[in-house]
């Protein structure tokens, strides 16, 4: 079945800085990735939805500067948390669609100490 | 109220058991997941249902569009069944996925 994989799983970074997550469908071309939040015990919650080569459109109280998406390519998006604040750590998941099927990636977990 | 009602929140279950997971919608869908999700975050993908039934290995997932709710049932089930299971449907007037808040399983030996 199709596959969509996120790097990396884990990533621990200081308060300040940038973190660069990737998410990459492997065996279909993905014309549309969603990026979501999962705060702890509570469901997921769509950030934002990205087509190749537009700019990605967030949902609402997301801030854009903060998450900054970019989908280069049909298997390649890309969330990059920008000035990481410890209320950013979260668990981030990917999803890709391609037609009328839509795949989830297996998430990453954020740390910002 | 949630669009996505899952039920039970929490289920305890012994080794061997079978265990049912239900998961009951109030939108129009086009398409439904199962989702399971391990201690320590990392998501699989379960299943993906737009009507009937489907099975792999000991998990059956099944769907009633008419009444809105679907079920995932464990056959013998085992402790590394341990996790929390998500419903996720997707809204066919919006095609944006809404989550249940999860199932978390435990299977004791």
């Known amino acids: 079945g199709a596959v969509v994989s996120q790097h990396p799983s884990r990533v621990i970074c200081k308060s300040g800085t940038s973190v660069k997550i990737e998410c990459r469908s492997l065996?279909?071309?993905?014309?549309?990735m969603f990026w979501y939040r999962q705060f702890p015990k509570k469901s997921l919650m769509l950030m934002a939805t990205?087509?190749?080569?537009?700019?990605?459109?967030?949902e609402q109280g997301v801030e854009k500067d903060k998450f900054l998406i970019n989908h280069a390519s049909l298997t390649l998006s890309t969330l990059t948390v920008t000035s990481a604040h410890p209320e950013d750590s979260s668990f981030y998941i990917c999803?890709?669609?391609?037609?009328?099927?839509?795949?989830f990636g297996p998430g990453t977990r954020l740390t910002v100490t | 109220k949630n669009e996505v009602e899952q039920s039970p929140q929490n289920l305890t279950a012994q080794e061997g058991e079978f265990i049912t997971i239900n998961c009951s919608y109030s939108v129009g869908i086009s398409a439904l997941h199962w989702l399971q999700q391990h201690p320590g975050g990392g998501i699989v993908s379960l299943f993906m249902?737009?009507?009937g039934k489907k099975k792999h290995g000991r998990l059956i997932a099944t769907i009633n569009i008419q009444e809105k709710h679907s079920s995932l049932h464990i056959t013998a089930s085992h402790p590394r069944d341990s996790a929390v299971y998500i419903c996720?449907?997707?809204?066919?007037?919006?095609?944006?996925?809404?989550f249940g808040t999860g199932t978390r399983l435990k299977v004791l030996a």
């Open positions: 249902l737009s009507s």
């Open positions: 990205s087509n190749e080569g537009s700019k990605a459109t967030y």
């Open positions: 065996d279909f071309q993905a014309t549309t």
């Open positions: 999803s890709a669609r391609t037609g009328h099927e839509q795949y």
């Open positions: 996720a449907v997707r809204d066919s007037g919006t095609y944006k996925y809404i």
